[in-house]
């Protein structure tokens, strides 16, 4: 009669309830992962360096059209005003550049979205009657359906 109960279960008794032991939680397997997830990770980090390098080079420009343009005003040289000119064109196909590059990225993110997974072939693993009890619950459930809709039909017209 000395038996050793657990805690649980003088817990129970004492409560006067049952006691269920949890379950314990499921590791989940890690996913592997895909080749594209890949690829979108590498091309995100390229837009993040083509940005960077666009900014810098519009700020440079920036900066060079400054100095070029005190230049230019100092010593009155006609060159000086084109090489001016050339570089706030420069710097104004860098800004049109790097729209562009948004614009692209936009796209690209809604190909990599778009991605569909077709099955071509598929195999199925069971016996025929089991295969045939699918489909027939398949071709019930869509017959049951249509004659929901044409008694449906038969009851509004009267």
Known sequence: ????KSVDE??????NTEFKPKEEPKELAP???RE????AVDSEKDYWL???NMKELIKQGEDAIDGILNVATQGDAPRAYEVAAQMIKTVAEVNKDLI???KKVKEINKEEVNINNTTNQSIYVGSTSDLQD????ERSRTKAL??????TEIVNDK
Not at 134 to 137: D, E, G, Q, T
Not at 146 to 151: A, E, F, L
């Open 31 to 33: 996913k592997p992962i």
């Open 50 to 52: 083509v940005r960077k």
């Open 100 to 102: 562009d590059l948004h």
């Open 10 to 15: 003088k817990l129970s008794e004492a409560l």
């Open 36 to 39: 594209i997830e890949v690829a």
């Open 1 to 4: 009669m000395n038996e050793k």
């Open 146 to 151: 249509t004659q929901d809709i044409i008694d």
């Open 134 to 137: 699918l489909i027939n619950a």
